[in-house]
């Protein structure tokens, strides 16, 4: 069993930076890879980003490649999303998931955080 917590939402300006955490309970994080989905009102939860349990290896969807970066720190059992030059179309509740294989999709997805809100202001 995981538990995920996600932190580090609020409310920012337009071409502004935040960045979001998980924290993972349990001894396994470090055999689980991870991903961030985000849900904006009135639309389906998307993809955002993932990376492997060792950290060596990275997806993006291409909404955010370039301005967001993930990455993982086994041993504080934490995932990071760095979110920056942000826009309002990023304004979303963004969730943490975590699951044995690449998680691209939600299907890929063990376990979920219960989600940190991102409101872009314009």
């Known amino acids: 069993q995981v538990q995920l917590v996600e932190s580090g939402g609020g409310l920012v300006q337009t071409g502004g930076s935040l960045r979001l955490s998980c924290a993972a309970s349990g001894r396994t994080f470090s055999s689980y890879a991870m991903g961030w989905f985000r849900q904006a009102p009135g639309k389906e939860r998307e993809f955002v980003a993932c990376?492997?349990?060792?950290?060596?290896?990275?997806y993006y969807a291409d909404s955010v490649k370039g301005r967001f970066t993930i990455s993982r720190d086994n041993a504080k059992n934490t995932v990071y999303l760095q979110m920056n030059s942000l826009k309002p179309e990023d304004t979303a509740v963004y969730y943490c998931?975590?699951?044995?294989?690449?998680?691209?999709?939600?299907?890929?997805?063990?376990?979920w955080g219960q989600g940190t809100q991102v409101t872009v202001s314009s």
């Open positions: 998931a975590a699951g044995i294989t690449t998680i691209q999709l939600q299907r890929d997805a063990d376990y």
């Open positions: 990376i492997s349990w060792s950290g060596s290896t990275t």
